[in-house]
T-cell receptor
Framework: GNSVTQMEGPVTLSEEAFLTINCTYT??????LFWYVQYPGEGLQLLLK?????DKGSNKGFEATYRKETTSFHLEKGSVQVSDSAVYFC??????????????FGQGTTLQVKP | KAGVTQTPRYLIKTRGQQVTLSCSPISGHRSVSWYQQTPGQGLQFLFE???????NKGNFPGRFSGRQFSNSRSEMNVSTLELGDSALYLC????????????FGEGSRLTVL
């Protein structure tokens, strides 16, 4: 079945360090891929998305490239800030194109950035 | 523009009881989805509604049900509560179907004793 696997956390970095959070997926068909972020005490927010192979999604300094050959969608940021501390979720949409809003989420990766 | 509003934010129930959670989507959004979030299982899709019709349902027992009203507000109900139903229940709305661009509320945290 369709699934998403994220690297386990927590990930602890110092401010201005480089961030990579790995995400790989299993899907039949051609899903869209997403990164959502959940700040403490809040709901999830869409961070970025990519809808087809080789697309790069970007927002707030974060980037992720849809790699079909490696079935990956790794999240990167060149210089993290304390305010980036949150839980990050990788997700994919229904790959059959049935026009549903259902998303399949990874387990989430907690990022803690220390000053 | 007001975000997705979920009520109540916190509630405590005992086994065997039932609970109803409410979700008001962003104005103009006609699609509402529900997710259950637990430490062990992560985020799991419950169901999705669009224009008062259930379009998709996750792999949950029949004790979990939902509905959507003509004003797009949605409710979910869990009957005969079990300890394992303790979770954060998240509602998300979307302006269009199939984009995956969901706007989440802060959730309703249910504790079953």
């Amino acid at each position: 079945g369709n699934s998403v696997t994220q690297m386990e956390g927590p990930v602890t970095l110092s401010e201005e360090a480089f961030l990579t959070i790995n995400c790989t997926y299993t899907a039949t068909g051609y899903p869209s891929l997403f990164w959502y972020v959940q700040y403490p005490g809040e709901g999830l927010q869409l961070l970025l998305k990519a809808t087809k192979a080789d697309d790069k999604g970007s927002n707030k300094g974060f980037e992720a490239t849809y790699r079909k050959e490696t079935t990956s969608f790794h999240l990167e940021k060149g210089s993290v800030q304390v305010s980036d501390s949150a839980v990050y979720f990788c997700a994919l949409s229904d790959p059959t194109g049935s026009n549903t809003g259902k998303l399949i989420f990874g387990q989430g990766t907690t990022l803690q950035v220390k000053p | 523009k007001a975000g997705v509003t979920q009520t109540p934010r916190y509630l405590i129930k005992t086994r065997g009881q039932q609970v109803t959670l409410s979700c008001s989507p962003i104005s103009g959004h006609r699609s509402v989805s529900w997710y259950q979030q637990t430490p062990g299982q992560g985020l799991q899709f419950l169901f999705e509604y669009f224009s008062e019709t259930q379009r998709n349902k996750g792999n949950f027992p029949g004790r979990f049900s939902g509905r959507q009203f003509s004003n797009s507000r949605s409710e979910m109900n869990v009957s005969t509560l079990e300890l394992g139903d303790s979770a954060l229940y998240l509602c998300a709305s979307s302006s269009t179907l199939g984009t995956g661009e969901l706007f989440f509320g802060e959730g309703s945290r249910l504790t079953v004793l």
